[in-house]
């Protein structure tokens, strides 16, 4: 199944458009955990199985696997999503962005070695960089568009001579040219929902993977009002440590799972033309 239409599928069967971010801080670990040479698997193991019932995908951050030196736990992890969560999409948040013979072994590392079905890249150095992961046409590959951080506007906000803001030209460039095997995405930041209305207006009816709702701050509302596509869906929600650390005792799987359907709830209360359920 290639990656639209199993975000389509689980977008339907899970009523949710939440995606958990997976972003395993071994400092905050509850206390059974520490110590523990598999923490960070056992960590995020849990944490999908008690949200899963709540989410359209769920998204790895590499760095916090890495770090670690704990690829081979994010490998075990990803190989348990796969078996006991298979309608639930992987992506993996790796941001990638280097000449293209060097993208080849990034593709590889993320749609081999971890399976992802989408990982997200880097457009900054264009599109001979993000080809070889397009050449892997069941794979999701989601742009990097509109951040969700405050310094992304040093760039993302730069015009061009039409006085075109450069998150806006990379949408563009996406959705008319780069989309041609209709599996790309982009990443548009809650934080600033003006810029996802205007992205949609670019991009028709092409998924955005949403973070920055949850410890960043971002408003649902009008993340949700701004962003959903023409179907009522078209958007990956990320919350990541809202979810994760909602309790650092010992009902910390309950209460990652109370988190996770308070969100969903959330974001389907707002109204829009369909709701994703």
């Not at 059974?32 to 790895?60: M, N, W």
């Amino acid at each position: 199944m290639i990656f639209t239409q199993k975000l389509e599928n689980a977008w339907s069967s899970s009523g949710s458009l939440l995606t958990v971010g997976l972003d395993p801080d071994t400092q905050r670990f509850p206390a059974e955990l520490q110590g523990r040479p598999d923490a960070i698997f056992e960590f995020c193991r849990s944490i999908v199985d008690v949200t899963a019932p709540y989410s359209c995908a769920v998204k790895p951050q590499i760095a916090y696997f890495s770090a670690h030196r704990a690829e081979d736990q994010l490998e075990e992890l990803c190989a348990y999503i796969l078996t006991h969560h298979p309608e639930l999409p992987i992506i993996l948040d790796a941001k990638r962005g280097d000449i293209g013979s060097t993208a080849e072994q990034y593709a590889r590392e993320a749609f081999e070695r971890y399976q992802a079905d989408a990982v997200t890249v880097n457009p900054y150095m264009g599109f001979d960089s993000l080809q070889p992961y397009l050449e892997w046409k069941s794979k999701g590959v989601i742009v990097l568009c509109r951040t969700s951080n405050e310094g992304g506007s040093d760039l993302q906000f730069l015009e061009d001579a039409e006085g075109t803001p450069l998150y806006l030209k990379v949408a563009s460039l996406v959705a008319e040219r780069w989309n041609t095997n209709g599996q790309c995405g982009l990443v548009v930041g809650a934080t600033f929902p003006d810029e996802i209305a205007k992205v949609r207006a670019r991009v028709g009816d092409m998924p955005l993977l949403v973070p920055g709702i949850g410890a960043q701050g971002g408003d649902i509302p009008a993340t949700v009002r701004a962003g959903a596509n023409a179907q009522g869906n078209g958007m990956m929600i990320n919350s990541s440590r809202a979810i994760l650390y909602a309790s650092s005792g010992d009902d910390w799987r309950e209460a990652a799972a109370q988190a996770a359907r308070a969100t969903r709830d959330a974001i389907n209360a707002v109204p829009r033309g369909q709701t994703p359920c």
